[in-house]
């Protein structure tokens, strides 16, 4: 199938070239997060060259095709966008925007409900306000994980709307931010 510009498309109509940009920086982006922590300002600097260029990139995509979702894109593009508007920190335009696709896109059945907690949850924190589903950790004090402030302060409340959208507890999840925890 024959997409914008002759390129050849996936199912449902953003260009393979395009879809396989997505999953790059989705690669690019896993092996790279560890940077946004690091003691070495060059490597933090590093890391926020990438995000602010995978979001410019995202941007300009999502302006031409809209969400990539999975069946227009495939899953790990679709998870590429997703983690790409994640990350945008720096870009809380370009977050919102994404926010609003995405949920247009989960209603329609065509991307992840547990993406689209997560970045509810970045924009929230992002723009200052409590969290819904406890997924934002603000760091780590005296080796214990301390999330961003939720909406709802009782964990089994909060538990129970992570399960609704496929994510683990919230001791599970925080545990994988402890020193050591598997991420």
């Given at each position: 199938?024959?997409?914008?510009?002759?390129?050849?498309?996936a199912?449902?109509?953003?260009?393979e070239e395009?879809?396989?940009?997505l999953r790059?920086?989705?690669?690019?982006?896993s092996?790279s997060?560890?940077l946004?922590?690091?003691?070495d300002?060059?490597?933090?600097?590093?890391?926020r060259r990438?995000?602010?260029?995978?979001?410019?990139?995202l941007?300009r995509?999502?302006?031409r095709?809209?969400?990539?979702?999975?069946?227009?894109?495939?899953?790990e593009?679709?998870t590429?966008?997703w983690?790409?508007?994640?990350h945008?920190?720096?870009?809380?335009?370009?977050?919102?925007r994404?926010l609003?696709?995405?949920?247009?896109a989960?209603?329609?059945?065509?991307?992840?409900?547990?993406?689209l907690?997560?970045?509810?949850?970045r924009v929230?924190?992002?723009?200052?306000?409590?969290?819904i589903?406890?997924?934002?950790?603000?760091?780590v004090?005296d080796?214990?994980?301390?999330p961003?402030?939720?909406?709802?302060?009782?964990?089994v409340r909060?538990?129970?709307?992570?399960?609704?959208?496929?994510?683990a507890?919230?001791?599970?999840?925080t545990?994988?931010h402890?020193?050591g925890?598997?991420r």
């Amino acid at each position: 199938m024959k997409g914008v510009e002759g390129m050849t498309a996936a199912p449902g109509g953003i260009p393979e070239e395009v879809a396989a940009e997505l999953r790059a920086m989705k690669r690019e982006q896993s092996r790279s997060a560890h940077l946004a922590g690091s003691d070495d300002f060059a490597e933090q600097l590093a890391w926020r060259r990438l995000t602010a260029e995978h979001g410019d990139r995202l941007e300009r995509i999502m302006e031409r095709y809209g969400w990539p979702t999975e069946a227009g894109a495939g899953e790990e593009a679709a998870t590429g966008a997703w983690l790409v508007a994640q990350h945008a920190d720096r870009q809380l335009g370009l977050q919102r925007r994404a926010l609003r696709l995405l949920e247009r896109a989960v209603a329609d059945g065509g991307a992840s409900p547990r993406h689209l907690a997560f970045l509810r949850d970045r924009v929230a924190v992002n723009e200052g306000r409590p969290q819904i589903y406890g997924t934002q950790i603000a760091g780590v004090r005296d080796g214990a994980p301390v999330p961003w402030p939720c909406a709802d302060p009782d964990p089994v409340r909060v538990d129970a709307l992570r399960a609704e959208v496929g994510i683990a507890p919230f001791a599970e999840h925080t545990a994988r931010h402890a020193p050591g925890g598997t991420r």
